[in-house]
C-alpha cells in the first residue's frame, strides 16, 4: 500500500499570538485530531522558510486507510466539536489541506 500523507498549512490569525497558536496546535489541536480521527497516526509540524508562500507554518500526518474516509471523519469530528476550531487559526487565506500519495519507494543517497 502506498504511503498517504495529509498537509495542512496555516497561519496565526493575529501575529501577536503566534506563541498562542503554536501551543494551541501543538498541544490541543494535533493531539485531538490523532485521538478522534480514525487514519491520521502521526503528526510533525514545520515552520515554512520560503516566503513565496502565503502560508507559514505545515503539518504533515501520516495517513492509514483512505483519504476520502479520513476527510469524511474530520469533518464530522469538526461539526461535532470534539476537534476545535481556534480562533487562533487565520482564516484568509484559509488554511489549505490535501493529501498525497507516494509514487515509489523512497530513495536515498
Known sequence: MAQTLFLAFSNPADPDKEAEFNEWYDRTHI???LEHVPGLVSAQRFRLESTQLPHRYLAIYEVEGEPDAVMRDLRARGAEGSVERSPL???????IAIF???MGERITA
Not at 487559526?89 to 488554511?95: E, G, H, T
Open 89 to 95: 487559526l487565520q482564516r484568509d487565506p484559509a488554511p
Open 31 to 33: 493531539p485531538q485530531l
Open 100 to 102: 498525497v500519495s507516494a
